[in-house]
């Protein structure tokens, strides 16, 4: 998931309005943040960053780091809470691990590009909108942005690989052509990595 993280730190900016949207936008892509460390200390950061232990365990310590800065208890929990949702939204996304030896699971929507951007565009508008309730300083802009962000996101992703549209598979390779083309359809299965990847 991608702007769908922000989606939910807007979620909770508008259940706690003096939360500062940084701190929860920190706190919805810490264990992508995480990852992006990890690499430098273990070859195992997907299961250091995103099984659900870990996960849990950021969310606990962005929610303490707030209340010990002085932050109120209820929104330390809104910070904890939104850190832990990065698990079931990726799991609607993608293939993420459990547990340290558990299974990875997951429902792998980044397959299905047009269900992905609908359900991330979902929860980023919803977002936007209960926040523009409350401070209406947040202009059209800020979807038209994410919404970018997030096309963005999709190219980089799909260039050269394959997706699905309803129950058929494209291949989409623009060094050749601009336009997918159709493929047989390969069914993916949830699977940790390699060892070594």
């Known amino acids: 998931m991608f702007i769908g993280h922000f989606g939910i730190a807007e979620l909770g900016k508008a259940s706690r309005r003096d939360l500062p949207l940084l701190w929860l936008a920190v706190a919805a892509y810490l264990p992508d943040l995480t990852r992006i460390v990890l690499p430098l200390f273990t070859k195992e950061h997907e299961i250091y960053s995103h099984a659900i232990p870990a996960v849990a365990l950021m969310g606990i310590a962005i929610g303490a780091l707030w209340k010990l800065r002085g932050g109120s208890l209820g929104a330390a929990a809104i910070l904890a809470l939104v850190c832990m949702l990065h698990w079931p939204a990726d799991f609607f996304t993608g293939c993420k691990p459990t547990m340290l030896n558990g299974p990875w699971v997951g429902l792998g929507f980044y397959r299905r590009p047009v269900g992905d951007l609908l359900a991330e565009a979902t ?70 990595p390699a060892q070594g990847s």
């Not at 929860?123 to 936007?128: A, I, N, Q, R, Y």
């Open 123 to 192: 929860l980023l508008v919803t977002g936007w909108l209960l926040i523009r309730r409350g401070k209406p300083s947040f202009s059209k802009w800020w979807l038209f942005g994410g919404i970018i962000l997030q096309l963005g996101f999709m190219i980089s992703m799909y260039w050269g690989s394959a997706f699905q549209i309803g129950n058929r598979e494209w291949g989409w390779n623009p060094d050749n052509s601009l336009l997918p083309v159709r493929q047989n359809f390969e069914p993916t299965m949830c699977t940790a």
